[in-house]
């Protein structure tokens, strides 16, 4: 890859995805700091991974001076950073994995100590393999018959420590958290993109109708991006699913493929483990709804924004023509891809609607 094409790959990457660095955790200041440093694609990883280890050696200060709140709040922040080094980056792929490692590590630093806690948990994967999740219960959800749950769905390039900021308003309206990592995220890097995604929310749903602490008969999922093709495909064929929200995702990504970024087209060949553009197109007409969500008898919310340039509107009103009586469609006329310039409108509608709908008192 030439410089100038790196160079054009930084731009792209802030074009599509700078308001989402800052709506989903990263300081201003960081970013003001550490972006125009990024002369060459090729660096956007290792700078970011310095500023995360400036950020971590800041959490563990505060720890051994007793601020274990702070430090917690300050090990997150480590850990975004760390995951906003590798979250489109795929030039060396040993530096990306080690930056993800860095960044489950920081989260678990901050993890017990985190209001409400953050709990690990491992669900059994097929092969040896795990989903790797972060359950948070808030103390006033632990009601006598388990608190509410929103299962948070993560896309593409996002994993679970990314819901960070989005967890709160679930957490404030009395709502449980569980964010995980499936094939082909975070973790599971490794493993292939599966877009029979409602495999896989089952497995996790296995899981958490036998948590006493939650509630079986009230969960909801939410997923972004690409998650919001997971999130409403789950609901649609997973029937323990009470509820569940996409925000901004494909009805048929083989549909949207050429328009869409070069480093999302590049993500989607290495989740589908090929590294033939060709191949990757083929394997994107897999990611569809056609014919999934006709008949849906629960409830679902589809949010998109007008001004999303990575998945088109229309989009949205294919998921909605398809669902039928049982999909509601808000457009925000301002709103960008995940409408992450936004957050402070559609997070609340999104928590509004399942608190609603998971009868949360």
């Known amino acids: 890859m030439s410089e100038s094409s790196a160079d054009a790959l930084t731009q792209e990457a802030l074009s599509h995805w700078y308001v989402r660095l800052l709506a989903n955790g990263i300081s201003y200041f960081d970013a003001s700091e550490v972006i125009p440093r990024v002369s060459s694609w090729h660096e956007w990883c290792r700078l970011w991974m310095e ?31 760390y995951h906003f080094a590798q979250f489109v980056y795929h030039e060396d792929l040993e530096l990306k994995a080690e930056a993800q490692k860095q960044k489950v590590a920081a989260y678990q630093c901050a993890a017990p100590r985190l209001n409400p806690p953050a709990e690990r948990v491992e669900i059994p ?4 393999r795990v989903l790797p999740g972060i359950l948070r219960i808030p103390e006033g959800a632990k009601g006598e018959g388990g608190a509410p749950c929103v299962v948070l769905v993560a896309g593409l390039d996002s994993t679970k420590e990314e819901f960070y900021t989005l ?141 999303d340039r990575l998945c088109p509107l229309t989009q949205a009103h294919k998921i909605a023509a398809e669902a039928g009586d049982a999909c509601e469609l808000v457009v925000y006329e301002e709103g960008v891809h995940v409408c992450n310039n936004i957050p402070f409108l559609w997070r609340p509608l999104a928590a509004d609607w399942l608190a609603e709908k998971l009868e949360v008192s």
């Open 167 to 307: 967890e709160e308003v679930f957490h404030s309206r009395g709502m449980a958290t569980f964010a995980f990592d499936g094939p082909a995220q975070g973790e599971n890097a490794d493993m292939q993109l599966r877009p029979d995604f409602e495999h896989v929310i089952s497995v996790v749903m296995d899981h958490l109708v036998e948590d006493a602490r939650l509630d079986s008969s009230r969960i909801g999922a939410l997923g972004v991006s690409l998650g919001g093709y997971y999130a409403p495909r789950s609901l649609a064929l997973e029937p323990r699913l009470k509820a569940g929200v996409g925000v901004c995702g494909p009805y048929d990504m083989g549909e949207i493929w050429e328009g869409l970024p070069a480093l999302t087209r590049q993500g989607v060949c290495v989740s589908f483990q090929t590294d033939d553009q060709e191949q990757g197109a083929l394997k994107s007409q897999e990611i569809s709804l056609r014919g999934c969500l006709s008949g849906l008898d629960r409830p679902l919310l589809i949010i998109h924004g007008a001004k």
């Open 51 to 81: 500023r995360a280890a400036a950020r971590e050696r800041e959490a563990r200060e505060m720890e051994e001076a007793g601020r274990k709140l702070s430090a917690a709040e300050a090990y997150v922040r480590a850990s975004l950073a």
């Open 125 to 128: 994967w097929p092969g040896g």
